[in-house]
């Protein structure tokens, strides 16, 4: 049991620098390509501008995939890959949080 938490903790690491990596990039590509979108998103940062208001709009417009109504390839492979990387990222930290609980309870 405290081998998965091992591996769990080990695998966001990656995952985590990936997302950051992929969020500038596709941040970048909306300022630049699709102004109003970006600031219906609330122009969102990592620092400036990241209320949760603004963190649920971005996630929300990840989940539903709305970035698809945009029609921009580039932005597609983009945002598919950060919205992925978010729920994979998203599990792995859930399933991080739970594992000490369960080794507690169970192990």
């Given amino acids: ?27 970048l590509l909306l300022e630049s390509k699709y102004p109003e979108k970006w600031e219906a998103l609330g122009k969102v940062g990592y620092i400036y501008n990241n209320s949760l208001s603004n963190s649920n709009k971005v996630i929300m417009f990840l989940l539903k995939e709305e970035y698809h109504q945009l029609n921009d390839g580039d932005l597609n492979k983009i945002a598919s890959s950060c919205r992925i990387l978010l729920i994979i990222g998203t599990t792995l930290a859930v399933f991080a949080f739970m594992m000490p609980i369960l080794i507690g309870k169970f192990g």
């Fill in 1 to 27: 049991m405290q081998y998965l938490w091992t591996v769990c903790i080990i695998c966001l690491f990656p995952i985590t620098v990936w997302y950051f990596i992929s969020f500038k990039k596709m941040s």
